[in-house]
């Protein structure tokens, strides 16, 4: 049987006639099978608009009501999915609108391809109405971008954006189309890139590395894991279980690599970092060996680079050459697809367990259990807490929901407790940090996986920075469940004005409107809880629609987020409070 | 310590790859001393000269940023005793100087500068050499009143080996 890409691309090689550039668009995209785009119209992208109202059969168009919508929706598309996720913006603000969801899949590998209209190339430079130089502006932020002024140009830059977008360390690539370049008409021929000259997605195995990495990891009395993403977008999740669980190794996430090793798994000991777990943490400054997979030493995972992991010998198996000694320097950098790093290192290790070593981090859980976890998920007093909620949610999805999250403190509690059970699970703004981000990308995220529960938790301050995609949900009945928790506070941010600047609430107080009936406005059903004992039902209830379904959690107004590292301190500084 | 890197790139020749390479140095807030590109020893392949003081850590990790570009074929970095370099300057000087003052013709003579055109109003000279030796020639001729001075940036070629035609080549065969 053909797939709908190699029906579009014999449909494609079947035109003799000339074709206009905006229909060269729309099938450059069938070509290389989108079906669903995000995004809103506006002068400049008018054509391939008209094109879109022709072909709405193969490609759905996503109207959002706000083009940061649209490029987080994208991403949380390309995240659930494994997808290109694809958005398209008029010229001008319509462009600029989309430069803080290209940001935000620039720092986490999305892979993401963006469309912008522009004035007519004999107005450029001009200062004509909505001309902007988004080249220019989103030349930071993007992983490859292009300005096409001349129709014929179209088939060979998409097919190039694509490729460029999904191979190596996924990420943003931007296409600026001149108006002039959707009207003129081009011989249409399509052909799909497999290389470009300049560029070296990933490298080739280098062998020599992964057996000097096995060999420390045959010698390591204390060796730790430490995953990211790179785990997910390699699609190496059966072969990064079968490293740990033959290894013995004990391994913790960073937020991006979260869901790629299910919750319950034995050897999995939570998450480093920032809010992450006390052991995981402390024993990064104890392990013998380190080994780094797919992620990035990020500061929100170091924190003091002069005092991290320095006992440790380091692997670091990454895609990016240039993620190679940027911040940890390394003893045995293992450049490539850790797919095939892993395949070619699992024969080459011993099979083993360190159950004492393991033991370490099971006491040093026990300690966060008492001093943290129970206050979070078992609280004594009256309010809710956040943690309780995620409770209550693992309850009713047996941990096969994907979550998505905002930013802030309901972000650091929702990743720390809620239960995987499989890989692409977890959709959240983690280098950015962009708040507004969840309830868009949650729409994506419902379209990428159809048949998969959606549930997005939301602050009350991210949720409002965003809160007009209710529309675009509503529009297309995707049935998300949206869960609010309300503490009335930009909690993150205060909980920091508590710690470090004396309890001056300098503009984190927030004083909401009705949030349910906001979402009744929009059509949705709705409901608010403030009490313990109505939480569950609630969330059963919503778990059980079949449509999107909003929920307001109002919960302690002043809870802190714990564990903690605060900003510039040691791993080995975690706080319990 | 900082010290003096020469980074040489070879690139596609596209639009807006200046931009994307200047944001890079930008991002981490380092000057760019110099910076010329040119066409390379490659048909359709460009080459930017990039002078830089940072320390060595710093230019490692640029070169790998610069390298991660798309349009990026290769980039290096090498230190003054790696290549051979040179820059060029030009100077104005009225006309009535060169008659009146003796001395400044020989100060073209020892300097192996060349005189590029005269005209009844001014003169123009030329002076390709090391910085400290253009530098010299400013000072020599400023006494004299310097109508107009520019100097290039660097130029430079490497002592050993780029290889670039083998990775075009590899990358042909390859695809």
Known sequence: MKTKEQIALQEVESLSKKISGAEAVIRCLLAEGVDLIYGYPGGAIMPVYDELYKFQDELNHVLTRHEQGATHAAQGYARTSGKVGVAIATSGPGATNLVTGIADAQIDSTPM??????????LLGSDAFQETD????????TKWNYQITNASEIPEIFAKAFYIARSGRPGPVLIDITKNAQFETLDFKYQKCIGVRSYKPFSAMDTHAVSKAAE?????????IIWGQGVILGSAEEEFKAFVEKSGIPAAWTILGLSALPTAHPLNVGMVGMHGNYGPNLLTNECDLLIALGMRFDDRVTGNLDTYAKQAKIIHFEIDPAEINKNVIVDVPVLGDCKKSLEALIPLIQKKSHNKWKGRFDELMKVEVKEVIDKDLRPEKDGLTMGEVIVSINKHTQGDAVLVTDVGQH????????DFVRSRSNVTSGGLGTMGFALPAALGAKMGAPEREVVAVIGDGGYQMTIQELGTIFQTQAAVKIVVLNNEFLGMVRQWQQLFFDKRYASTEMVNPDFVAIAKGYYLDAKKVDKRENLDAAVAEMIASDKPYFLEVCVEKEDNVFPMIPTGASVSDIRLK | MDKTFTISIYSENNVGLLNRISA???????????????????????RFIIIVKVPEDNVK?????????????????HTDEETIFQESALYKVKSSALFEERHIQNIIKESHANIVTVSPEYFVIE?????KETDRLYQDLAPFGLLQFVRSGRISITKSKMGISEIIKKFKSDN
């Open chain 2, 61 to 77: 990790k640029l070169i790998k940023q610069i390298e991660k570009q798309v349009d990026v074929i290769r980039a290096f970095y």
């Open chain 2, 24 to 46: 890079i140095f930008l991002k981490r807030h380092i000057n760019i001393e110099s910076l010329t590109t040119s066409q390379s020893e490659i048909k359709d392949v460009f």
């Open chain 1, 113 to 122: 391809v963006c469309i912008t209209g522009q004035v007519g190339s004999h």
């Open chain 2, 127 to 131: 002076k390709t050499g090391f910085r």
């Open chain 1, 134 to 141: 988004i080249i220019g502006i989103s030349t930071p932020v």
């Open chain 1, 216 to 224: 420390l990891i045959n010698k390591a009395k204390k060796p730790f």
């Open chain 1, 411 to 418: 972000q650091m509690v929702a990743c720390r407790y809620t």
